[in-house]
């Protein structure tokens, strides 16, 4: 079973960076779109960035410019660069795999991301 480990997160100010990682128990990559969601207190999950196996990373409006995912094939592992972070990107997120054939899908248990002052 395909397992996703997620970290990187913590407690940043305004306008720092961190970035997170996901570490996949297999290779993958050719047969899953990799995504990251976010989570905020009351929200609901929402997708924000993502990669298929061609490697093309796709950002949503919302973190363009400040976010960026991208994949060491090597390492099994996707990241997400987060720059100039705001209080409203303070979220638990999320990995995700979803298989290009059919609904499976896994989850990572997430990671708490807080930027605060």
């Known amino acids: 079973q395909v397992q996703l480990v997620e970290s990187g997160g913590g407690l940043v100010p305004p306008g720092g960076s961190l970035k997170l990682s996901c570490t996949t128990s297999?290779?993958?990559?050719?047969?899953?779109?990799m995504a990251w969601y976010r989570q905020a207190p009351g929200k609901e999950r929402e997708l924000f960035a993502r990669?298929?196996?061609?490697?093309?990373?796709i950002v949503a409006d919302s973190v363009k410019g400040r976010f960026t995912i991208s994949r060491d094939n090597a390492k099994n592992t996707v990241y997400l660069q987060m720059n100039d972070l705001k209080p409203e990107d303070t979220a638990v997120y999320y990995c995700?795999?979803?298989?290009?054939?059919?609904?499976?899908?896994?989850w990572g248990r997430g990671t708490q991301v807080t930027v605060s002052s």
């Open positions: 995700n795999a979803k298989h290009l054939i059919g609904t499976f899908q896994v």
């Open positions: 297999e290779h993958i990559f050719s047969m899953y779109t």
């Open positions: 990669m298929g196996p061609g490697g093309n990373g």
